[in-house]
């Protein structure tokens, strides 16, 4: 079992005490480790403006790290004070809203994933002549909540083409692997793969828990050997579905939302069809930069359209292009 | 849809009459694992009837992988429940374990068993700080080990993102010791037609050592009394302190172990990972016949609830249910297995009870 004798405690209580500052301190080391990114740009709110972004992220999910990218890199350019808060909770990400609205911000970009949820708080901001982006998710909503732009990813026509692709290439079961249970953008992009492949069926897995993913699809390929295609709605859990896929010895096509750098590297080397992207660099980019636009210059971008940063495809034929990009953290 | 009303058979039938109990039935009957293992036997002919593509060992060693990634930290949890504590952080730390090695080892360029090593010191620094402040402030494990629960949940991400400049690490197949440290944490191999992960072998090492401690040593009674009754286990010159620290070192060493698992098996890891695991671990334990208020509980259930809980959730894909359903089927499984579980053990009507 473990130590019992004092002295034996107390070694490795000392041992365990240098490994912690050895780990603590790496923050300083040699690496260039800010996420401060790349390109100068102007002082840190030059232009007077102060955005305030609020999502509904989970913490600990990389795409996520893209928009914030995205985000930090337009107020860098523009000289613009950011300030970022997220909550996965609705109630909770109103609240933040309102926030922003009482300490008076320039201009708010936020994601609508629960429009209903969060109408009252942004009416409150346009109430205060507070200029409202939306981004990220509630394409069919930001209009009717009163925000002027919207930057983002048509989910259902994401899971169309990407399931007409697939149709394409003779797919006629493919599994579509939902790793967070309730969320509507997850469920839109199945039932877009199925309104193009009648016969997909849907999987619910734990996707906080990497073994699990594995172990639920290796058990579902071999209860269903018909499965010819799996469809994963992020790019940690392609992953995982190609080391269930190796186990059940499955032949599956396997396609992808999102890009990581690991899943780049898969669709180079061929394991990995395609991914279908939606480009969250461009949307943190855009909804700072629509929102220094219509600030400055009164500009309105999309023709009072919602502009799409996806579906945009990388397979074999862009992806040389593509890989550096996705080790910068920024694709 | 009709399928779910699947679910309400199979109920327990190992009722006959409780008045005519010989005595080695009795005695049976007694053990904490014994109403896990009707309800895991029951749960599984009913998935053996139930999902066809249940029924063969490639399908069997799929469940005791699953099983086994839980089962591993649930003996350390189910030790420590014994020992009447709980630890909520043991979840996250085996994110942290696996963050703290990978990271290390890719900043400084250092060969992988230092890292290894390292994480493990402090793994258990953490496990001897979530006991020493139990036992030193008299504050509930509940409590600490939830704050510990936050503030690794935090610094995985933080930290992470400061290392890496993003929430996830970094890929390390590439470095010194990844092949070694993957044949011994994260290694497989095929008996016929079956893959076996080495997990599954580690397991049932780590519940073979766990029974032999808890039934054979000296160190096993003191778990008990500890958990038990404290004060009189105190009285009697039991180390309380010293055992209750050593269980959540034990806790802390299992997450490391299956953080290394994790890490060699995935190479790269998402710093949100792990949240939520600490519940399967207390869940298998308590299926497994442990007692939430400690003193009761023994290894051999312990590792049944972890298989019950591996074979519910990879059953209800194997018999390809609706999805949506998911959690529900867990819930009327996981149910159906501790009412079982309490139905055996009224069967004795002993008085066995603390040890």
């Known amino acids: 079992m473990t130590t019992r004798r004092t002295a034996g405690v107390r070694l490795l209580a000392a041992l365990a005490v240098v490994a912690l500052s050895a780990t603590a301190c790496s923050g300083g080391g040699r690496q260039k480790a800010d996420d401060g990114d790349t390109g100068g740009g102007n002082a840190p709110g030059s232009s007077g403006y102060t955005i305030a972004m609020i999502t509904h992220e989970t913490p600990g999910d990389t795409f996520w790290d893209k928009i914030r990218a995205g985000a930090n890199q337009a107020a860098k350019d523009e000289g613009v004070i950011l300030r970022y808060s997220n909550d996965p909770d609705a109630a909770k990400q109103a609240v933040l809203i309102q926030n922003a609205v009482d300490s008076r911000v320039s201009g708010i970009a936020t994601t609508l994933v629960t429009p209903n949820a969060l109408a009252g708080a942004v009416r409150t901001a346009t109430n205060a002549g507070i200029p409202v982006v939306g981004f990220n998710s509630g394409i069919d909503q930001y209009r009717k909540l009163g925000a002027l732009m919207y930057f983002g990813s048509d989910e259902t026509l994401a899971g169309q083409t990407a399931g007409r692709r697939l149709g394409q290439a003779g797919a006629k079961h493919p599994l579509c692997v939902i790793q967070a249970a309730g969320s509507v953008a997850l469920e839109a992009r199945c039932a877009g793969v199925k309104s193009a492949v009648s016969g997909t069926e849907n999987i619910q897995v734990n996707g906080a828990d990497d073994a699990a993913v594995v172990a639920t699809l290796q058990a579902k390929l071999s209860q269903d050997s018909s499965i010819d295609a799996i469809v994963t709605l992020g790019a940690p859990i392609a992953i995982d579905a190609l080391k269930a896929m190796d186990s059940s010895g499955s032949k599956a096509k396997l396609v992808t939302f999102d890009l990581n750098a690991e899943a780049a590297q898969d669709i180079q080397d061929g394991k990995i069809d395609f991914s279908i992207d939606q480009q969250p660099y461009v949307q943190g980019y855009m909804a700072v930069t629509s929102l220094y636009l219509y600030l400055k210059n009164g500009n309105d971008i999309g023709g009072g359209k919602a502009v799409l940063t996806g579906p945009s495809f990388v397979d074999q034929s862009n992806i040389d292009k593509i890989l550096p990009f996705t080790k910068n953290n920024t694709r | 849809m009709s399928q ?38 029951i749960i599984f002919v009913f998935f053996l009837s139930a999902a066809p593509s249940f029924r063969s060992a490639e399908s069997l060693f799929t469940v005791l992988y699953q099983s086994s990634t839980i089962g591993i930290v649930a003996v350390g949890v189910g030790l420590l429940m014994i020992g009447g504590e ?14 703290a090695n990978s990271m290390l080892c890719w900043y400084y360029g250092i060969n992988l068993w230092v890292g290894a090593a390292v994480s493990l010191a402090l793994c258990l620094l953490i496990g001897f700080l979530n006991g020493y402040l139990v036992m030193r402030t008299g504050i509930p494990s509940f409590l600490i080990t939830l704050g510990t629960f936050f503030v690794l949940q935090g610094a995985n991400l933080g930290v992470t993102k400061l290392v890496t400049g993003s929430v996830s690490s970094t890929d390390i197949s590439r470095m010194d010791g990844f092949d070694s440290l993957q044949a011994v944490f994260a290694s497989s191999f095929r008996v016929g037609s079956v893959t076996v992960w080495i997990t599954v072998l580690w397991w049932a090492l780590f519940v073979a050592l766990a029974a032999w401690v808890l039934q054979r040593t000296r160190t096993g009674n003191w778990i008990y009394a500890v958990g038990g009754a404290p004060d009189s286990a105190r009285a009697v010159g039991v180390p309380v302190i010293k055992t209750k620290i050593a269980l959540f070192m034990t806790v802390s060493f299992l997450g490391w172990f299956v953080g290394m698992h994790t890490l060699y098996r995935f190479n790269t890891l998402q710093a949100g990972n792990g949240v939520g695991n600490e519940f399967l671990y207390i869940i298998a334990a308590v299926v497994g016949g442990t007692l939430l208020t400690g003193g009761f509980g023994n290894a051999v259930g312990v590792a049944v609830g972890a298989f019950i809980f591996g074979m519910t959730s990879l059953g209800i894909v194997y018999a390809g249910w609706d999805p949506n359903w998911f959690k529900a089927f867990l819930g009327v499984m996981l149910l159906l297995a501790v009412l079982v579980n309490l139905y055996v053990r009224r069967l004795s009507t002993t008085t066995r009870k603390a040890g």
């Open chain 2, 4 to 41: 779910s009303v699947q679910t309400a058979p199979a109920p327990p039938e190992p009722g006959e009459s409780p008045r005519v109990t010989p005595a080695l039935r009795r005695r049976v009957l007694a053990r904490p694992e014994v109403g896990s293992l009707v309800a895991a036997v």
């Open chain 2, 86 to 99: 709980f630890d909520l952080s043991a979840g996250v730390i085996t994110t942290s374990a696996g963050l």
